[in-house]
């Protein structure tokens, strides 16, 4: 009688010691990752963040300007070449060679609304360019507003 006791209490007192140490375990755990997190607070120095986010944006905006499909030239006959073909997303860079001041504009002439990414931000002097990358497919008409009669268009397929 005895033998077919004992391995039965055994085994339950087995199980008290399991629940015992697991939730010994549980607030030793807790304990840990409360401390953890009281240590990180006071320590704060998040000073790297910041500079991170400053660095990558400084090399693509470089990218964009070197990678312009087209270069068109501006003098004082107008715009050269006057018509050119470019792939969707591709960047269009504008150069003024010419002896008066140039401001690129999208059409229609007054108001601009055809392709706002064709509307430079002011007036350029010589030598001064301006790029912008064009995503919508078609054939768009941009014009000198300075003087709308010196005109041209970029496809872009
Ligand atoms: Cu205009």
Redesign the pocket.
Known sequence: MEETNEPQEAESGKGGNYWTIGIIALVVIIGVVWYAGSRKKSGTAPVNPSQNAQQPSTPSANETQKQAAATIEFTDSGFSPQSVTIKAGETVTFKNNSSSQLQV?SAP??T?TDRPELNAPGPMGLGQTFSTAISEKGTWKY?D?LN?SLFGSITVQ
Do not use: E, I, T, V
Request: glycine share 0%; charged share 0%; no cysteine.
């Open positions: 504009a002439h007054p601009h014009h507003h709308p």
